[in-house]
């Protein structure tokens, strides 16, 4: 006999009957209805691909041989690379990679209180990141309110390629931004060719939903795909709002946004890295919330990465966040559950750890805290393992004559990789004589403060030299005569 192979345990919400009617009904959407483009020279390029455009309502409409063409010519994944270019993770197939989310505008500080985010803020954040061994991306998570907001782009970005040696998710809200973030990735990288050849950054691109594509997002499709930078859609259909009010209404909206996304990607360059995304949820018709941890988001987050899937392309979504305000038992458990959905369903990137309040606001405790349930979903889908021919037969013996497994030779070599050892956030220790001792949020302030003071990641001088130079001319055109000065 063999050994059996592991089992890759996953979810699944959709039938394959279910999925093929959710994309025969997006294609024709697309090709019917059309979808907005704001931007006249994504028009001009479906019209050169014989789409169909009407400029007085800015429509295309797409067919679906056209974006048929666009789906076989996507890469089906592609590696996605450190700031040192040493080291690559894998977008595509049923590889997981959780990162922080982004554009939050507040930070929830230790004591409880929240205040605007600063620029000093981002900087604990993304060393924070550099030691966090199960959050394998970096993002420019937080907008810093001491930045010119002109210059907002490029400086989260300039900040995150010198204070932690992952890849970064970022994206634009200033068209103006693309050229600046470009030549900071060719510093960094050396060249514009070596940017292309080891991306280090995937560009968001957010369409407005229902069926709009701003000029900035088309934009940030357009010059992405020119520079062989992969972009990921960020489709935000909300039900009953900017989506129909059914969950598989909102399924077809998606769908069709980002399959519009990804065909002008295509038809700029064929081949261009492009990631299936959104952040879809269901509206709370009795405020008006858009609950980003409501188990029915995470439902229709698991049911477009199936769709996705079905598709070939590699899968994002906003999941392991909450919507609560403090780290408490609801930021555990809507959190815990999006996080480990996520891996069930083979997202391959998952952003939004540590991030509370609709995506406002975040927490560094809540960050340490999250890479623990980071590290419990990649041990989940690891799956169980058939390690022996006889699972316990063969084991049994020495055990039965003394009583035990403790030392035996099985357990000391595979109690590690049988079981998580998670960090010092987590209490399973006996319980203390006279008190149950300090709560997880204590112990993750404990664990930022020893974080935070570990060696930091830094790049060589002369390559911060340059890119304090690209960062600092457009931020004195808009008042800001000096760079805010990195936290010690």
């Known amino acids: 006999m063999s050994l059996l192979p592991t089992l890759r345990p996953r979810v699944e919400v959709l039938s394959p009957q279910f999925i093929d009617r959710v994309i025969d009904e997006a294609f024709e959407v697309n090709a019917t209805l059309g979808l907005q483009f704001e931007n006249p020279r994504a028009l001009s390029i479906l019209a050169e691909h014989g789409q169909r455009v009407d400029r007085a309502s800015e429509r295309a409409y797409l067919s679906r041989a056209f974006v048929e063409k666009a789906i076989a ?8 690379w450190n700031v040192t270019g040493d080291v690559s993770i894998e977008v595509g197939g049923d590889h997981v990679t959780y990162d922080p989310g982004s554009a939050a505008i507040k930070m929830l500080d230790p004591d409880g209180s929240v205040r605007p985010s600063t620029s000093a803020d981002y900087v604990r954040l993304s060393r924070l990141v550099q030691h966090l061994p199960h959050i394998r991306a970096h993002s420019t998570a937080v907008v810093p309110s001491d930045v010119p907001i002109e210059v907002s782009d490029l400086y989260r970005l300039y900040v995150a390629v010198q204070t932690c040696d992952k890849p970064v998710i970022t994206g634009l809200f200033q068209p103006e931004s693309f050229a600046a973030m470009l030549r900071i990735l060719q510093v960094v990288r050396g060249s514009a060719q070596a940017v292309e050849a080891k991306p280090l950054a995937i560009l968001d691109a957010c369409p407005s939903s229902p ?3 701003s000029e900035l997002t088309s934009e940030s499709i357009i010059q992405a795909a020119r520079h062989g930078i992969p972009s990921e859609i960020i489709s935000v259909p909300l039900t009953g709002a900017t989506g129909p009010v059914t969950l598989s209404g909102t399924l077809v909206v998606h769908t069709a946004e980002n399959l519009a996304g990804i065909a002008l ?7 261009a890295p492009v990631v299936y995304g959104g952040a879809p949820c269901l509206m709370d018709m009795r ?8 188990i029915e988001t995470y439902l229709i987050d698991t049911a477009y990465a199936q769709i996705g899937k079905r598709l070939g392309f590699p899968i994002h979504s906003y999941m392991g966040l909450s919507d609560s305000k403090l780290v408490d038992a609801q930021a555990g458990y809507e959190s815990g559950m999006g996080v480990l959905l996520a891996a069930l369903a083979g997202v ?32 989940f889908i690891e799956g169980i393992r058939h390690r022996h021919e006889k699972m316990a037969l063969d084991l049994l013996p020495e055990a039965i004559e003394k009583g035990h497994f403790l030392g035996h030779p099985t357990t000391l070599q595979l109690f590690r990789e049988e079981g998580t050892l998670p960090g010092k956030v987590v209490d399973r220790a006996s319980a203390r004589p006279g008190g149950h001792g300090p709560s997880d949020y204590q112990r993750a302030q404990e664990v930022v403060r020893a974080l935070l003071g570990k060696e930091r990641f830094r790049l060589a001088d002369d390559t ?4 304090d130079r690209i960062v600092l001319e457009p931020a004195r055109e808009h008042g800001m005569q000096a760079l805010p000065v990195f936290p010690d």
């Open 211 to 213: 069926l709009r594509w």
């Open 73 to 80: 010519s996507a890469p089906r994944s592609f590696r996605l």
């Open 287 to 294: 405020g008006g919330q858009t609950p980003f941890g409501s």
């Open 265 to 271: 990607a295509q038809a700029v360059r064929p081949g």
């Open 464 to 467: 911060v030299r340059e890119l």
């Open 348 to 379: 391959n990137i998952v952003s939004g750890v540590g991030i509370l309040d609709f995506i406002t606001c975040q927490s560094l405790e809540k960050l340490v805290i999250d890479n623990e349930l980071c590290g419990m979903a990649y041990r």
